[in-house]
């Protein structure tokens, strides 16, 4: 991907875009964490994988 003035696009939108083709046509939600644990390794918060949509027909 050429970086320049014109960019109509972000990364992030750009690796979404490549992960609904992967997923049979599903766009998913973005996410940074698999999970959050506190100090003595207890898992406070799991973060799903969510759909969006169906982009693409598989």
Known sequence: ???G???AVTPIQLLTAVGAVANEGKLMKPH???QVIDDKGNV??????QVVR?????
């Open 1 to 3: 991907m050429a970086m």
């Open 5 to 7: 003035q014109a960019n």
């Open 32 to 34: 940074l964490l698999k």
């Open 44 to 49: 406070i918060k799991k973060v799903e994988p």
């Open 54 to 58: 169906q982009v693409i027909s598989p």
